[in-house]
């Protein structure tokens, strides 16, 4: 059996036995990635980060780093840190002689555009939604003082870079044989999350739009209302492959069950509290155990109810 096809019988008919966890040690000890980038269909790759938040032990790769190979020249998505870039880099160049041509920052976080920097000295442009430019303009600077002080000298080389091309609602690519359409769907887990969108392949690398093997974040400017609308638009894709932002590649039936419906689960019992004139205090004890098994379910459990309370009380 072919690699390819082994890791597509795990992610389409047994996703549960390859489920995420925060205390399984560096995957790939020889690299400072968490993981070593895997075929998921012939001539897509990933190498899947640790569904923990950033750690001095996982280098700050705690998100998907997936690369394309298009036949005319290679297409990267998310830079990390300039180290963490660099370390992609030299995997590509392993598998491939084609050129990186383009790098797509997937959103404005830390994870996925600090290693800009190394991708600008490579002389390879950078996409990203002209809403995460601003996203970088105004928290870059904590995000890369954040790496430093996790990571240490781990961090050495990252700086904050804006992307150097940007688009509002869609970007189609043609490259060799390969058809590339980079989405914004709307609102979702920030502003400026897109998804990208492989038509022929039935592929979608989702971003934040789609979680499953780690809990979802609800940030303070995090609209639940139009992350669902958002969904709704990704649901019509009608992808067969699902590469997330976090967590091992997948299907759309797993990051329904822990996104969309998650994120119903939670508005519905927030509005149950609103109904009944409960106060913020009642939205922190919201039972959540039956998504205990996530990864980050500590960390981000009672902080999300919290938060989605104090934004529905002014929907």
């Not at 003082?145 to 043609?174: D, M, N, Q, Y």
């Not at 999350?193 to 789609?210: F, K």
């Not at 976090?246 to 519905?268: C, E, I, K, S, W």
Request: no cysteine; hydrophobic share 40%; charged share 20%.
């Amino acid at each position: 059996m072919t690699l390819h096809r082994l890791v597509l019988l795990t992610i389409v008919v047994t996703p549960a036995l390859v489920l995420a966890d925060q205390s399984i040690p560096d995957q790939y000890p020889d690299s400072l990635l968490y993981a070593k980038p895997v075929e998921v269909i012939p001539n897509v790759w990933t190498a899947t980060g640790a569904t923990a938040p950033t750690t001095y032990e996982n280098s700050g790769h705690n998100n998907n780093y997936t690369f394309v190979i298009t036949g005319g020249g290679v297409v990267v998505i998310n830079s990390g840190s300039y180290l963490l870039a660099k370390a992609l880099h030299e995997e590509i160049l392993d598998i491939t002689d084609e050129p990186v041509v383009l790098v797509i920052n997937e959103n404005g976080q830390g994870h996925a555009s600090l290693g800009n920097g190394y991708w600008k000295d490579q002389g390879v442009p950078i996409l990203a939604h002209a809403d995460t430019i601003h996203e970088i303009e105004e928290s870059g600077s904590a995000s890369l003082a954040r790496l430093k002080r996790v990571v240490k000298e781990k961090a050495e080389g990252s700086r904050v870079e804006l992307p150097t091309e940007t688009f509002s609602e869609k970007r189609t690519i043609e490259l060799g044989d390969t058809v590339i359409e980079i989405l914004w769907l709307g609102h979702s887990h920030s502003v400026g999350d897109i998804v990208v969108w492989l038509p022929d392949e039935h592929l979608v690398v989702s971003g934040d739009m789609a979680f499953h093997e780690r809990m979802l974040p609800i940030f303070e400017t995090t609209d639940t209302r139009l992350w669902l609308e958002s969904w709704q638009r990704f649901e019509d894709l009608q992808a067969q492959y699902v590469i997330p932002g976090h967590g091992h590649p997948t299907n759309m039936a797993q990051v329904r069950r822990y996104t969309r419906d998650y994120l119903l689960f939670l508005r519905a019992e927030v509005q149950a509290l609103l109904d009944e004139g409960d106060d913020l205090q009642a939205a922190y004890m919201i039972d959540q155990s039956r998504y205990a098994h996530l990864d980050t379910f500590n960390e981000l459990a009672s902080r999300n109810a919290g938060r989605l309370f104090e934004q529905m009380e002014f929907e």
